[in-house]
């Protein structure tokens, strides 16, 4: 175990953060003694508290952006409109809590009455992502402490000091200090807690190469509820649309916003080949106008760093690697500042690439395909094992219920971008980017389980078929 972790900010390389590894059984132990009190508190206190979180946040906001856009490297904008998303977690959860989670009450024979109701499964581990280090993690803990559930929640290692505010303002919300256990480490601590026999669900966010791990891991172990998002190979149809200019905003949208750092992300355009150049031009005309800079530069700019070196090195060599397999450059992916994990939005196109590779390249890398006809391009969508995030842009009606009906994905869009899903909704994918437990709104679909109960005051019951007769002779005066 390393004696100690260490956060830095991308734009700088300068130490943001410094802390000690936590104890993964001290904190379940702690988690799995406050549970029972906090399950046991009526829903409105538990509303209540939570919703007290959100005042907490509002007086930290500037704060917690700050940090946010330092640990990340994204811009401050994009950092306040995470805050944001933060916020407004709670109205949502209460309501979809209450929505799919509610009592229902049914009249049942002789008098009974059938009820269904909803139990919490005790200690939830929350594996969080760097990318959204409050927003995604925060979507898993509220549904789950809403539904009366204690939380272990490691963080990514990449950003632990968002986390570790996280959960500092839940705690001065009201949330029972022990009811919300911070556990920092690595991967090897995500791992034991994962696997921890005091979980009782694990709610991952993250690569798909991790979330199939634990997947494989608790194959054998149906007790324990999995929720897994596993980022997506993106793909974003352009089709006949008379709007250039707005479509190939929709492209750059999709393609880098938050330096491509989204699970939604495009990594794909595949666009109609007869509209292909002058499309092409439009996008690149408006990707080199995006400003790289550090998160609280003047003026503001578009995208900032990746995370971190490694991951620059990492898109840079798959760059690189396209290009030496038959891709075509339109726009290079350039390294501005040596030694920081800056990088230039790029595009390349693959049409020529007899394979290409069906990974998540997480940053600001858009690979192009073109193709001659309507169900090539929907072929061409559907050729990933990913199935998070598809959209259509242009195209008739006819043509997007196509789009819909024959696109594997779990969002599915039409002159939008692949981007920016509401929280007022479902968030999931199939394939390998999720096993059918979408989070946002149906998140509380697997934050509790369903109890049925036959219920009746005083016992009544009767054996009308199947009973001897009874014999009289036997029976005494």
Known sequence: MVASLTSHEPATGVLLWQGAPGDVDAEVARARAAWPRWAAQPIAYRIETLRRFVNVVRRNEDALADLIARETGKPLWDARAEVATVMGKVDVSVAAYSERTGQKRLEAALGARQSVRHKPHGVMAVLGPYNFPAHLPNGHIIPALLAGNAVVFKPSEKTPAVGEMLVKLYHEAGVPIDAV?????????????????????ILFTGSAQTGIAINRQFAAQPSKILALEMGGNNPVVVWDTPEISAAAT??????????????????????????????????????????????????TPYMGPVIDNQTADGLTESFLWLMSHGGRPIKHMVRPHKGLPFLSPAIIDVTAMKERPDVELFGPLLQVIRVAEFGDAIAEANNTRYGLSAS??????????????????????????????????????????????????????????????????????????????????????
């Open 181 to 201: 256990r911070l556990l920092i480490g690595g991967a090897d601590a995500g791992k034991a807690l994962a696997a921890h026999p005091d979980v009782g669900g």
């Open 250 to 299: 929709l492209v750059v949208q999709s393609a880098f916003l938050s330096s491509g750092q989204r699970c939604t992300a495009a990594s794909r355009l595949i666009v109609k080949d007869s509209l292909a150049d002058r499309f092409i031009a439009e996008v690149k005309k408006l990707a080199d106008r995006l400003i790289v800079d550090h998160p609280h530069a003047d003026p």
């Open 392 to 477: 259509l842009i242009g195209g008739s009606p006819d043509q997007y219920n196509q789009f819909w009906s024959n696109i594997r994905a779990g969002i599915v869009n039409w002159n939008r971008p692949t981007n920016g899903a509401s929280s007022n909704a479902p968030f999931g994918g199939v394939g390998v980017s999720g096993n059918h437990r979408p989070s946002a709104y149906y998140a509380a679909d697997y934050c509790a389980y369903p109890v049925v109960s036959a219920e009746i005051e005083t016992p009544r019951a009767s054996i009308g078929v199947g009973l001897k007769d009874i014999d009289v002779s036997v029976m005494g005066d």
